[in-house]
Nanobody, 116 residues
């Protein structure tokens, strides 16, 4: 199973920016799909953004135009660039990796708090 370590969370003001990082223990080129999920208090975990090995991306409507997901294969790291943050973006953000035939891997989560 892939080990994933997130970093970059913290406190930001509304309208501000943060960048989350997810470092993988294996070459991320070998991972079919990587994604960022988030879970706010009292809510279900939701997919925020995902990216495939071939570079296609997908975003939940609420972050389109504000968040950008990317991969750095040389660093085995995935990023989530978050701009124009809103209080409703406050949540614990989790990194996820999926490859056929292997159980999905999750990071430990990183807290993002956006103040109004």
């Amino acid at each position: 199973q892939v080990q994933l370590v997130e970093s970059g969370g913290g406190l930001a003001q509304a309208g501000g920016s943060l960048r989350l990082s997810c470092a993988a223990s294996v070459s991320i080129f070998s991972i079919s799909v990587m994604g960022w999920y988030r879970q706010a208090p009292g809510k279900q975990r939701e997919l925020v953004a995902s990216t495939t090995r071939v570079g296609s991306t997908n975003y939940v409507d609420s972050v389109k135009g504000r968040f950008t997901i990317s991969r750095d294969i040389n660093k085995n790291t995935m990023y989530l660039h978050m701009n124009n943050l809103k209080p409703e973006d406050t949540a614990v953000y989790y990194c996820n990796a999926q490859t056929a035939g292997v159980s999905p891997s999750w990071g430990q989560g990183t807290q993002v708090t956006v103040s109004s």
